[in-house]
């Protein structure tokens, strides 16, 4: 069953969260996720002021999007937005329907 990986994201330095989005990347196909946003417009009608950056990504299933998300690979990639990026990251998975 699909699973979803969903990040609001403030950015305090645009710089230096450069090198964190040259990276994650790499760890998301890794593990087969493909983004279906990335940024773009996007408004908070409830809840939290509207972030920044809004990023869905779809995976083939749950463990594998928290696969991702625990490997060395994306662990090395967090370590360039600490910092300079507030993130609120959830996975979701899909309903059966």
């Not at 408004?43 to 749950?62: H, M, N």
């Not at 463990?63 to 370590?79: K, N, V």
Request: charged fraction near 25%.
């Amino acid at each position: 069953m699909k699973a979803y990986w969903i990040a609001h994201v403030d950015i305090t330095d645009p710089t230096q969260y450069a090198e964190y989005t040259q990276r994650g990347p790499a760890a998301f196909a890794k593990y087969g996720g493909k983004f279906l946003a990335r940024g773009g417009r996007a408004e908070a009608l409830e809840g939290r002021k509207t972030p920044q950056r809004t990023v869905i990504i779809e995976f083939d299933s749950y463990e594998q999007a928290l696969a991702c998300y625990h490997s060395a690979q994306y662990q090395e990639a967090i370590s360039h937005r600490k910092g300079v990026a507030h993130a609120e990251i959830v996975i979701v998975e899909a309903f059966a329907g």
